[in-house]
C-alpha cells in the first residue's frame, strides 16, 4: 500500500469519525496531534465512536493532549 493510500485512508476515517461526533476533521487531527482538547461535553460521543468508556478514553487524552491541563486544580 502507498504512503498516499495510507494517508487517504488516514484522512477518511478522521472524516467520519469527525462527521459522527459533529465536529470538523481538521478539529480532530489536532486532537490527535495532542494541540487541543475535546470539549468535555463531547467525551461520550467520541468514546462511543471509538467503542470505549470516558473514562479510557480521558487517561488517553491526558497521556496524549491533555497533558497538565489534566491535573489542574482551581484553588
Known amino acids: 500500500m502507498s504512503s498516499h493510500s495510507v494517508n487517504a485512508t488516514i484522512l477518511l476515517s478522521q472524516e467520519i469519525l469527525a462527521e459522527k ?3 470538523t476533521q481538521q478539529a480532530l487531527a489536532r486532537m ?10 463531547k467525551l461520550p460521543e467520541l468514546a ?3 467503542q470505549c468508556t470516558v473514562a479510557n478514553l ?7 493532549c491533555l497533558g497538565p491541563v489534566a491535573d489542574y486544580r482551581p484553588r
Do not use: C, D, N
Open 58 to 64: 480521558y487517561h488517553l487524552l491526558k497521556e496524549t
Open 48 to 50: 462511543g465512536a471509538l
Open 32 to 41: 490527535e496531534q495532542g494541540e487541543i482538547a475535546p470539549k468535555l461535553i
Open 21 to 23: 461526533i459533529g465536529i
